[in-house]
């Protein structure tokens, strides 16, 4: 049989991605790994040496040992002390030695000869001149205003340092890539529970998860890239949980479900909205956790305020039969009732909330979702059974709460009522008092007891008249800041009365012509701007585009850390060590911004922010100057932070050993129900007071309905914007993410290539076929805005399966590209399809990624 290289290639990706979810059909071989009592280490049986580093292609920095033969990269394998991979890689992670030796990697930096708005013509010229040419342009607009320079980061793999004191050090403005990620669970979880990130189980104690939107077999969840979660997700399932797929996809699941539960897109709110009802309604109801921890017991007046004495929130004491402070120790809170205080009725929140959700029942639910009704209220029930309200179990020696039910999803927040879903969905879990507890529902990976400032900060949002081009305090006073609605206020500033706009942009490791939404009106808005610097290690779009200068970046050769490798579970860090020189002219990129600083007269400032936010001590400063002057920055400040950690070798320790292992994170600090006090003291806030004041106040200045009608303290549902298109876009669109890319900077790989070669959009089988489309055939997609009438066309190979709605289309992320040889010329990025304007993104200004479209045979 004759074996072709792309066969070879998928062979090894596929072997590849059975080692990550830990099936262990592969056993770690003796040459690779000798167990060295707590450690495992390379031995030397195979020639070459072996240096630590970690994954710098995928976004969670897997552990991992380099392989080098007469000063060459040859080769990578996994970290097994690391807890996030434990010495398995993904096929990205595998294959990026290639983004290394890549021949199309920017090799000295670059300036345009041509204008802007076409394919670049560049001419290359030394780091001086390079960067004499960005601070002139930095020190104009700054002289102006610093605002006015925006710092756009694709994925930064070192915030203390690029986000944090670079940014600080310049005064300017920083914008992330989270709006197109899953920003808006970020600020719903935020909100309502006061800790950063969107949604985990708690693997090791679940019983019963609910995956939602959650794309198992080839894209991360909450925080990870990918390995971590997979691997807790088999352990789990061979303890015996149980996995229900809400999504209108059934590739997510895999193998790896029980059930399928395909979801009519963009209606989750309303699904968790029937599970409350139905929990309410059958007393699955965890009262003494309401009554703890949340504001269900703060008693609401008829306006829909709280009422409060001296600033304090009132709850009805069940005991003296009298208002009291919510605080007032001995009181027995009431859930339920109606009463009077000097005269001004009141109710509980959780009573307004039962009243509020008896509407949404299962049957409802279903006329929205195409989920049956008796699906709903099974779900709910086996949740609130499975949930054993009121058992706890001992975990590290101490008695938790154990509430083994949970729910895992992240990019599914990216919808637009997706602030509002995730609200739902944690009121869900919060009634079964699964917030936080042994085998429930948590957010973050505490190495500390700490609640998220966003959760005081978004409470108490001011609500403006005036607004700047981020559209903050007037039109979206939660904000995570959407580049392409900064793009749409750049090309019509008047219509949101914006009076200054950004003059220069920085983009780090971005491309967002490719990576962001509405593409065209990007175009036009970077037309606008008098300079764009790009710090990449390829040539992107948007730099081939709008670059006046690209400044080049290195790859895994390269020095980047300190690595918080951190699980939920055990604590560690890692470094990204360069295991060779730095290839062609690049430097690392902390490198890069202290001599951007050095040339403003700012590099004493940028040192301090650096010791500052790395939290490296003071009396290595001068070792962090030299190494500036010495070309080994980003080298010395891991030297440096390892020395002030104890760790008397230095960077030495991880070129060694790879990962520093803390420990487990003990059960204290996992479950915010054990700190002290628990949950630090706040209220979870089943409901929200603050949104209600947002929306009044917005109402207040004459915003229009679209801006303020999903500020509701309860989840409420209305009909999706996208619903109103023309009856003839009568499917929905949808997204998805592929493991062999997952980061644009993976699109560049020839074997990853040869894996995932084209673009393609997913069809129903029988949708297809009723509408004379084949498997393979190329076809039309277009898309429709509902509020403009706009409508947008690409065209793609049809790839026709059952395991998706027949109502529903799906197209992955990751093509478009028509720079790079490798990646060009392999079909459109459905990017193209999404829009981004008012009725398109959540009120948090997130992205949505569900659009009506329609399809045809080409």
């Not at 890539?177 to 104690?205: I, K």
């Not at 709110?269 to 504001?295: C, H, P, Q, R, S």
Request: aromatic share 10%; with cysteine.
């Amino acid at each position: 049989m004759r074996v072709t290289r792309r066969d070879a290639l998928k062979i090894i990706g596929a072997t590849t991605v059975i080692g990550a979810l830990g099936l262990n059909l592969l056993k770690d071989r003796p040459f690779y790994f000798r167990v060295l009592g707590e450690e495992k280490t390379p031995t030397k049986e195979l020639s070459g040496e072996w240096i630590g580093t970690a994954c710098w292609i995928g976004k969670q920095d897997c552990g991992l040992f380099a392989r080098v033969v007469d000063g060459r990269l040859v080769g990578l394998v996994g970290d097994p002390n690391n807890p996030r991979n434990r010495g398995r890689l993904c096929p990205k992670g595998v294959s990026q030695i290639a983004a290394v030796y890549s021949p199309y990697r920017v090799k000295s930096p670059l300036k345009r000869v041509n204008e802007k708005g076409r394919p670049g013509e560049w001419v290359e010229i030394s780091w001086d001149e390079a960067l004499d040419i960005v601070a002139d342009n930095i020190r104009r607009v700054m002289d102006k205003n610093p605002k006015l320079i925006v710092w756009q980061k694709g994925r930064s793999k070192q915030k203390s340092i690029y986000d944090k004191a670079f940014v600080k050090t310049l005064g300017i403005t920083k914008i992330g890539h989270g709006a197109y990620c899953s920003d808006t669970g970020y600020r719903a979880c935020e909100y309502t529970v006061g800790l950063h990130g969107v949604l985990h189980p708690d693997f090791r104690y679940c019983k019963y998860l609910i995956a939602w939107g959650w794309n198992i077999v080839n894209a991360g969840g909450n925080k990870l890239c990918w390995i971590t979660w997979p691997q807790e997700l088999v352990a789990a399932r061979e303890r015996g949980m149980k996995v229900v797929l809400l999504d209108p996809r059934r590739e997510p699941g895999g193998p790896h479900v029980d059930e399928w539960v395909p979801i009519r897109p963009g209606t989750d709110l309303a699904f968790w909205l029937a599970v409350a009802n139905v929990l309410v309604e059958n007393g699955y109801i965890d009262v003494e956790f309401l009554k703890k921890y949340t504001n269900a017991p703060f008693l609401v007046k008829e306006d829909g305020y709280f009422i409060k004495v001296d600033g304090k929130e009132l709850v009805w004491d069940a005991v003296s039969g009298a208002a009291k402070p919510y605080d007032e120790p001995g009181i027995d809170p009431a859930l339920e009732g109606e009463y009077v205080v000097d005269g001004i009725r009141v109710k509980p929140a959780y009573q307004v909330f039962k009243e509020h959700i008896s509407q949404y029942t299962p049957e409802w639910a279903e006329g929205i979702t195409d989920v049956p009704a008796e699906t709903i209220r099974r779900i709910a029930i086996e949740l609130g059974e499975n949930a054993m309200i009121g058992s706890s179990i001992v975990v590290d020696g101490v008695k938790v709460p154990y509430r083994p039910v949970a729910v895992h999803a992240y990019h599914v927040s990216q919808q637009e009522l997706g602030f509002q879903a995730v609200r739902a969905c944690l009121i869900v879990f919060m009634l079964l008092g699964a917030i936080s507890v042994a085998g429930g529902v948590h957010i973050d990976f505490p190495t500390k007891q700490a609640i998220h400032k966003n959760y005081k900060k978004l409470e108490n949002v001011k609500v403006s008249n005036e607004t700047n081009f981020k559209l903050e305090g007037k039109y979206f006073p939660i904000n995570s800041v959407n580049p392409s609605m900064i793009a749409r206020v750049m090309v019509n500033p008047e219509k949101y009365g914006v009076k200054e706009l950004p003059e220069m942009m920085i983009l780090h490791m971005a491309n967002p012509l490719l990576s962001f939404t509405d593409q065209d009106t990007l175009i036009k808005a970077y037309s606008k701007l008098k300079f764009v610097v790009v710090i990449s290690p390829w040539l992107s779009e948007t730099a081939d585009y709008f670059a006046d200068i690209v400044l080049p970046t290195t790859t895994l050769d390269k020095f980047e850390g300190p690595l918080h490798t951190k699980t939920f579970y055990e604590d560690a860090y890692t470094a990204r060590l360069a295991p060779i020189p730095h290839l062609f002219n690049a430097k690392d990129e902390a490198d890069i911004y202290a001599a951007i600083c050095d040339k403003l007269g700012l590099l004493d400032k940028f040192i301090d922010n650096v010791i500052k936010e790395v939290k490296i001590a003071p009396e290595y400063k001068d070792e962090l100057v030299d190494g500036y002057r010495k070309g080994e920055l980003s080298k010395r400040i891991i030297d440096a932070w390892a020395r002030t950690k104890g760790l008397s070798e230095g960077i030495e320790y991880f070129k060694k050993k790879g990962t520093l292992y803390v420990g487990k994170i003990p059960a204290n600090i996992r479950y915010a129900v054990l700190w002290d006090p628990p949950f630090l003291g706040i209220k979870l806030r089943l409901y929200g007071e603050g949104l209600k004041r947002i929306r009044d106040e917005m109402r207040n200045i004459g915003l229009d309905k679209i801006y303020w009608q999903d500020y509701t303290p309860l989840p409420t549902w209305r009909k999706p914007t996208l619903e109103n298109s023309p009856p003839e876009y009568n499917l929905y669109l949808i997204s998805f993410k592929l493991i062999e890319f997952k980061q644009s900077r993976a699109t560049f790989i020839p074997q990853l290539a040869e894996i995932a070669p084209e673009q393609y959009v997913v069809i129903n089988r029988k949708k297809g076929e009723g509408l004379g489309i084949r498997d393979g055939d190329l076809v039309w997609v277009e898309s429709h805005n509902a509020v403009t009438g706009e409508t947008r066309r690409i065209k793609a190979k049809a790839r026709l399966i059952e395991g998706i709605r027949p109502d529903t289309v799906g197209m992955p992320h990751h093509y478009g590209f028509w720079v790079d040889p490798v990646a060009k010329d392999r079909g459109p990025t459905p990017n193209t399809l999404f829009f981004t304007s008012e009725g398109y993104v959540s009120m948090t200004q997130d992205q949505t990624f569900h659009v009506k479209v329609r399809i045809w045979k080409a």
